[in-house]
């Protein structure tokens, strides 16, 4: 009878000793993984050193077993296994099982070694990890907006308001890492529990309350939560005039700081006090103007200017003004400029009336940019951020402004900053994808706006720049398919003169660019530009980037992280333009910009 093809098999790993190796080889490795965790620490070794070891074993494992069952070690050195006599293999075969399961069973228990050393190297830096990230979380903290308890819901403003003035207030703290606004007030109006909430924001901490306002009569409840376990830490309540806002949002934040257990380098930081009634006019102002609707800022508007003429020395006020004047502008309430040029005025008087104000600061470098006045943006920009390091619009900010200076390495760390603090904002995403297309990491890029899409799908251009990212992840397709789904019109085209290029359909690119130069030659003239230059028209995005510069389109700011640009920079004709539009290396070296990466 025939013996077993797999019996041979076996009966032929153990004559060239595979099984000896392989339980040889896992019991030295699981004691080499034993004494490398204590070395690594004692030594202060790397956190990969532990991880490189458990690797290293694991790939060089099968090529023992290789080698084991190639090569045999002789007096005479190693030597290439012999073929087995005849019937060699039968006699192993037909052994007893008391003599052939030994050497199967500890094979099986050098393996269970090696994968048990494995484990438990991945049981200590998983727990080191945590151990670090649980450390690092301690202090931070998300405000949630406070419930409106008033019995007019158009009192929602005040509630948000107060909230955000918490939240601005505890952010001054540098060792406090607190949610920025966007995502925590994403969770308005969802019914979540505190640990999913806190666990989406990666916070340890959550404060929240709720506002009941009656004439000049307010009761502010607040409490501090424990994400981990839902306890309460603190709670509290005040019932005051309005003359009192400002005092229980300082009694407040000092309490918060208290009970985290917050080494301060100062005392904890007071909210800015003004008239009770311009106060109130500021906060619906805020609230109105973040809707960015026609309608919405105009009234806006209206209100900071009551406010204002009630106090004219309230700092922010004057910076909410002049942010709504900025969007009032992109918006098309009003002519660009003008909003332009009333935006900074109205921060101008914000840092007359206070230098210390931030918010003004990062207003004056994003307009400064706009203008191409880059010396100046990089003054306000580093000016905003050694005054309120941890505010993510501030970051933001001075990431875009890192991109103009083709320094996008740098805007990237500044951007996945932005994003770990304020997870659930749009722009921070967007703008991190559209640095990451940049730099060329396209995967990333196509990660974080697709995240962008999720967050908001209605938001306008993200489905055509994640459409547009796709196309140079070999998915113009899909990307096509998403880009026609974007609501806004300038962007749909852009992106869509693109994909029927890639996809070969070059009538209908052709169509579709005509379209765009009609109805957008003025507002679009730079992103027609590396439209042209992605079809391969150099002398055409040539002619296009001029138009830009003649518009002063501030698109120019993103003329470093534009790829399709790659195909102009060898022509002689591109330092020039460079030069022309105070970009050139040499402008560049010039500007002082030091931005360092909040604590």
Not at 173 to 201: D, Y
Not at 347 to 373: F, Q, R, Y
Not at 449 to 454: V, Y
Request: overall charge negative; aromatic content about 8%.
């Amino acid at each position: 009878m025939k013996t077993p093809g797999y019996q041979r098999f076996f009966a032929e790993l153990k004559r060239r000793k595979v099984f000896k190796v392989a339980a040889v080889y896992g019991a030295v490795a699981f004691g080499l993984i034993q004494v490398a965790d204590p070395l690594s620490e004692a030594m202060q070794l790397p956190e990969t050193f532990l991880p490189l070891v458990v690797a290293t074993l694991l790939l060089g494992f099968p090529v023992a077993l290789v080698l084991a069952w190639a090569f045999e070690v002789t007096p005479d050195g190693m030597q290439r296994t012999e073929e087995a006599a005849p019937g060699e293999i039968e006699r192993i075969v037909a052994q007893p099982a008391s003599k052939r399961w030994p050497a199967g069973l500890l094979a099986l228990a050098g393996i269970a070694a090696l994968i048990a050393g494995a484990w438990y190297a991945g049981r200590q830096s998983g727990s080191d990890s945590v151990q670090a990230r649980t450390e690092v979380m301690e202090a931070s903290i998300a405000v949630l907006p406070f419930v409106n308890m008033s019995s007019d819901e158009e009192q929602d403003y005040f509630s948000d308001g107060i909230s955000e003035e918490l939240l601005n207030l505890l952010a001054k703290i540098p060792e406090l890492r607190v949610a920025a606004r966007t995502s925590s007030f994403s969770f308005k109006g969802q019914n979540l529990e505190i640990p999913v909430i806190a666990e989406r924001l990666n916070v340890a901490h959550v404060l929240e309350g709720s506002v009941r306002k009656a004439d000049d009569q307010v009761r502010v409840t607040a409490q501090l939560i424990r994400a981990e376990d839902g306890f309460h830490l603190w709670s509290d309540t005040w019932d005051r005039t309005l003359d009192d806002i400002f005092a229980i949002q300082d009694e407040i934040a000092a309490d918060v700081v208290d009970q985290l257990r917050v080494t301060l380098l100062d005392e904890a930081p007071t909210v800015e006090e003004t008239d009770p009634e311009a106060y109130a006019l500021v906060l619906q102002a805020r609230h109105l103007s973040e809707q960015r609707t026609p309608e919405s800022v105009t009234r806006a508007e209206e209100l900071y200017r009551e406010a204002l003429a009630i106090d004219p020395e309230y700092a922010p006020g004057w910076s909410g003004l002049a942010l709504n004047y900025r969007r009032q502008g992109n918006i098309g309430s009003i002519a660009y400029q003008d909003g332009t040029a009333l935006a900074r005025e109205a921060a101008e008087k914000a840092l007359a009336v206070d230098p210390s104000h931030a918010l003004a600061h990062t207003i004056l470098g994003l307009i400064a940019e706009n203008e191409g006045d880059l010396a100046g943006a990089a003054r306000h920009h580093e000016r905003a951020l050694a005054l309120d390091p941890g505010d993510a619009r501030g970051v933001g900010a001075a990431a875009l402004a890192l991109e103009t200076f083709g320094r996008l390495e740098e805007a990237i760390q500044l951007l996945e900053y932005q994003v770990a603090r304020d997870p659930i904002g749009l722009a921070g995403h967007v703008n991190l994808g559209l640095a990451y297309i940049g730099t060329r990491r396209w995967d990333s890029a196509v990660e974080s706006l697709r995240t962008a899409m999720e967050l908001n799908p209605a938001a306008g251009g993200v489905r055509s720049f994640l459409g547009y990212a796709m196309l140079y992840t070999g998915e113009p397709e899909a990307g096509l398919s998403l880009i026609q789904d974007e609501p806004l019109e300038v962007f749909r085209l852009i992106s869509t003169s693109m994909a029927y290029h890639v996809l070969g359909r070059t009538a209908e690119s052709d169509a579709t660019l005509a379209e765009l130069i009609e109805k957008y030659e003025r507002d679009a003239a730079y992103n027609i530009a590396y439209v042209v230059a992605y079809r391969g028209e150099i002398d055409r995005a040539f002619d296009w980037l001029d138009k830009s510069a003649i518009y002063e389109d501030p698109g120019l700011g993103e003329i470093f992280v534009q790829p399709e640009f790659e195909a102009l920079h060898d022509d002689p004709r591109w330092p020039v333009f460079l030069e022309r539009i105070g970009r050139s290396p040499e402008d560049l070296a010039a500007i002082e910009f030091e931005v360092r990466l909040p604590e």
